[in-house]
């Protein structure tokens, strides 16, 4: 049975990822913030399909020794891994340039940046054992455009990727780094705008699956998805 770990799995693009998942018999590893929210989730995925394995833990993404526990927890729960989606993430309007912003700054690059890092750390020795597998790397179109201190945790990001995807390649492990746009996701809960201005997080979970089900021969290195009428 083939893996897939997605983190920040219970709303949003990485909810629309593990559903899909579940479709396609894909054995779950998730995680989210709140307990309660994952075992909802997991009775929901395992009522789309009885006969995938669905492994939940609640961890706090800005926390390095709560990444790296689920790290290992993983790894003593499958014997192979696939995929790995590092889709965790929080945005916090801040600019740069005013003080008293330095513990959002810190959060955002923590669970944006960081955990991805610690948690690739911790699964790419399997894969690297395997000579196979699938990163992907939720960045975002503030990975190549100024949107205030969060851009910089997104650009760090793709630069992560980007430095990933040489160090591994000829193990035969594939990185993919994605770039979305608005979609319409908790985040904007509360919005005046349409939700038919934002792009649907099904969309990015079906490119995401879409990249990964190419040959082992075929990597897309990156993704950048828009709002039809552009950015918002």
Known sequence: MSVAVITGATKGIGRALALMGAEKGYDLA???RTLADLEAFKAELLAINSDIKVFIQAVDMS????????GAAILQEFEQLDLVINNAGVFIPCPLTEAGHEQSFELMMDTNLYSAYYLTQALLPKMQ??????????????SFMPYGAYAVSKHAMLGFSRVLREEVKAQGIRVTAVMPGATYTASWEGTELPQERFMKAEDIAQSVWDCHGLSPQTVVEEIILRPQLGDI
Do not use: D, P, Y
């Not at 054992?129 to 503030?142: D, E, P, R, T, V």
């Open 30 to 32: 998730l995680c989210s």
């Open 63 to 70: 926390k390095k020794a709560a990444v790296k526990a689920f």
């Open 129 to 142: 054992a395997q000579k196979s597998g699938h990163i992907f790397n939720m960045c975002s179109i503030a």
